[in-house]
């Protein structure tokens, strides 16, 4: 009332007439948001990594720094308090504060997770209001923006957990999260009026209807047209979407309520409740070809609520560039020398890399830069799949979620790969076992360094009717991970070899009858392990347990007494040793953007590496296991098998996992052999073995042609932008940027995405 008693035109200083102070009070129980679907699965057995999430009981003094109103509901950020305040202004003369929102982390459950930046959505077409935060923390999701659903009647107070996030591997599953840390985030309602047919007049908050082929009617308008210049697009914004300012100098575009998504999708459709490789399921039994009503986009998952938004249409033509390869996949020995995988005598020798139907209705099929290739295809473009006829390497891209593709993205499935970069320990026997010891640097379970209970867990999938203890022990032994060792020896002129212990390497084995026995010393030591140039299996050590900073690993082969081998290692290399962790007789992806994925966390009881139950990361898997063949193996025309045969191993026993009776057509998914498809990241293939064996370091390689690439608007042409603040100019359809680095302002034009400078 002050206010409104001033004579017009005064500049006073404002009168306080009300003075809020704010709580922080936190539940004694935190509570949890409702899993999806996909996330609700959980095995006592596995150290949990999320959910039941929420920080220490601690007393916080409140820090507010942002706020935003959704009608009479004001909501303050707070740099201090994990809390979102929740302030009832109904009554301006009387505040009241509500319960506070709780943000929180489901990666990182101890982390004391505030805010900096806040931002509530105008209702959507489902009458949903959603709050976006800017995390401020020292986690590894800091800038990050957290999602409350703060609809009327919603009780959710913790951050939304999104449907689809066990198969995105680089995203947490309650976050939006960019390369960039976010600065600030705004909303925009941009509603594209279309006429009714009726009245004449334009009507708003229409949703473009794909199964509507009266183009008069307002649904229809909002359908592309053949050549996608007009109607749905990823440039064009019909509905609600949240804008994003990044460190970057960028905004980013994420999508909300897009009310043309129904239209971006491909023409095909699955009426079934299970999705296909497209994404797609529960679809109208309509026509969407006939009139074309939609982009015919490869995904039914291109637009999702509370996702990066696509800067292309996700299409394998001139409209766009989807997930594709470049070339077929390209074999090479542990030299770099490249090796044949067709039909020939040499061919067949090595493994095979194919591609594997979706399903038992759904053939394989991939895009080679803008050419189809389809099981079941024409001559030219068949992508054959079976290992006794195959002449090329081949993988099929799984297209259900599109942001799995990251833009040309080069990958390599390296056999018996190494799990992380090189690393020095001092390689301390005792008794059985040796110590390898990474001091406070050491993050062996971050890097995904898998023991022998690590890999116990894992073979439960390549035994879908459960295993004996036998075989599973068979199975630890030749799958766990493995140190090699890669230093050299002292030198020859070393001290060391002149004392007592160097002299006497070796000689606790002298009784043996082998071509070392008469041998002790550095001699001794280059013959039992082989030089650095040349090693030989017995500087491989498995891992029998693995913490975050420390191994504790035993000879691969036996054939000795265990202690006397450990002895021999401390003997052998008595200094700091250079050594590299490997996968045991498996197969490791890496990609240039997504890296080694794996399951592993920390315990945090013990600080041991184990599987994490949490499906999102079960769902980062870079491992896989070939296929060989059982006994009776069906032959070739020249008597030998159609792919390499099983081994029975003197150290190890008889192979268990991923052994086929009959590999003639590829494995098939329901079928035997079915579980060690590998099926992560988008990409869907099996490994055959050659006949003979996989030798370590072999590597296929492949590079993607096109891939998932969000949306994103240049806020100048320079590069000491700073977007700093945003927001909303409805009655312009523009987004004003207050640029920290150029020290002025810009409007984003919503109708092209273009950035205008003002100074």
């Not at 990182?108 to 489902?126: F, M, N």
């Not at 575009?253 to 409740?273: H, W």
């Not at 070939?626 to 098998?641: A, T, Y």
């Amino acid at each position: 009332q002050a206010l409104l008693d001033r004579t017009p035109g005064s500049f006073d200083d404002c009168v306080i007439e009300k003075t809020l102070t704010l709580r922080v009070d936190l539940p004694n129980v935190a509570p949890t948001e409702k899993l999806p679907d996909d996330l609700d699965v959980r095995a006592s057995s596995c150290a949990p990594s999320g959910a039941p999430f929420g920080p220490a009981q601690q007393v916080y003094a409140p820090t507010p720094v942002d706020f935003a109103a959704n009608g009479e509901t004001l909501y303050v950020a707070d740099s201090t308090a994990p809390v979102v305040h929740v302030l009832d202004t109904r009554d301006p003369c009387e505040i009241v504060e509500l319960p506070p929102l709780l943000p929180q982390s489901y990666n990182d459950p101890q982390a004391l997770i505030t805010t900096r930046r806040v931002a509530v959505s105008p209702r959507t077409s489902k009458g949903q209001n959603f709050l976006y935060a800017i995390e401020e923390s020292t986690a590894s999701t800091a800038g990050s923006v957290m999602v409350f659903d703060v609809s009327d009647g919603s009780n959710a107070r913790a951050p939304m957990l999104r449907p689809g996030s066990s198969r995105i591997t680089q995203e947490p599953a309650d976050r939006i999260q960019y390369a960039q840390e976010a600065a600030d985030v705004e909303f925009v309602n941009q509603q594209i009026g279309a006429i009714d047919p009726v009245t004449g007049v334009s009507v708003d908050q229409v949703a473009c209807d794909p199964r509507v082929t009266d183009l008069t009617q307002p649904a229809a308008q909002y359908q592309p047209n053949a050549d996608l210049t007009v109607g749905a697009g990823p440039g064009r914004l019909h509905g609600v979407f949240a804008f994003v300012a990044l460190h970057s100098g960028q905004i980013a575009v994420v999508d909300v309520d897009d009310l043309d998504a129904a239209c971006r999708r491909p023409v095909s459709i699955n009426p079934g409740p299970t999705e296909n490789f497209r994404g797609c399921a529960g679809d109208p039994n309509a026509n969407f070809d006939n009139p074309r009503t939609v982009s015919d986009e490869v995904s039914c998952n291109v637009v999702q609520p509370h996702r990066a938004r696509s800067a292309t249409f996700f299409l394998n033509d001139s409209h766009g560039r989807s997930a594709a390869l470049r070339q077929f996949p390209r074999l090479a020995g542990s030299t770099g020398k490249s090796l044949p995988t067709d039909q020939s005598e040499s061919g067949k020798q090595n493994p095979m890399l194919l591609a594997v139907d979706f399903s038992e209705t759904e053939p394989a099929q991939v895009f080679v830069g803008a050419s189809l290739y389809e099981r079941g295809g024409s001559a030219a473009s068949e992508l054959i799949v079976d290992p006794a006829k195959a002449d090329r390497s081949s993988i099929a891209l799984s297209l259900v979620e599109p942001r799995e593709f990251f833009p040309n993205e080069a990958l390599s499935l390296t056999y018996e790969g190494q799990i992380a970069a090189k690393a020095t320990s001092k390689l301390d026997p005792q008794g059985a076992q040796i110590q390898l010891d990474a001091g406070v640097s050491g993050r062996f379970c971050s890097m995904g360094v898998q023991d022998i209970d690590a890999t116990r867990t894992f073979a439960d999938q390549f035994f879908p009717n459960g295993a004996s203890e036998t075989e599973r022990d068979a199975f630890v032994a030749t799958h766990t991970d493995y140190v090699q060792i890669q230093s050299d020896f002292p030198a020859e002129d070393s001290d060391y070899w002149r004392t007592n212990q160097g002299q006497t390497c070796g000689a606790a084995l002298a009784d043996t009858t082998d071509e070392v026995s008469a041998l002790t010393g550095r001699r001794f030591c280059e013959l039992w392990f082989g030089p650095k140039e040349a090693p030989t299996s017995r500087r491989d050590l498995r891992v029998r347990e693995a913490y975050q900073n420390m191994l504790v690993a035993e000879p691969r082969l036996g054939g000795r007494p265990p202690e006397l081998l450990a002895q021999l290692v401390g003997c052998c290399f008595p200094e700091i040793s250079e050594y590299s962790v490997r996968a045991g007789q498996q197969w490791i992806v890496r990609g240039s953007a997504r890296g080694f994925q794996h399951s592993i966390v920390t315990d945090p009881a013990t600080n041991r590496c184990a599987q994490s139950c949490d499906p999102v990361l079960q769902g980062r898997s870079s491992r896989a296991l070939e296929i060989s063949c059982g006994s009776n193996c069906p032959r070739s025309d020249d008597g030998s098998p159609v792919i390499g045969l099983a081994t029975s191993n003197r150290e190890f026993g008889p192979e268990q996992a991923c052994v086929v009776d009959n590999p003639r057509g590829g494995v098939t998914p329901g079928q035997p052999g079915s579980e060690c498809i590998y099926e992560q990241g988008g990409m869907r293939f099996a490994i055959y073995r050659g006949r003979t064996p996989s030798v370590r370091d072999m590597q296929f390689t492949w590079q993607l042609r096109g891939g998932f690439i969000p949306l994103s608007i240049s806020v100048s042409t320079g590069s000491n932008s700073l977007p700093e603040q945003l927001r909303f100019i409805p009655g312009l359809h523009t987004v004003m940027v207050v640029d920290g680095g150029t020290a002025g302002l810009g409007l984003i034009n919503l109708s092209s995405l273009g950035n205008r400078p003002i100074y």
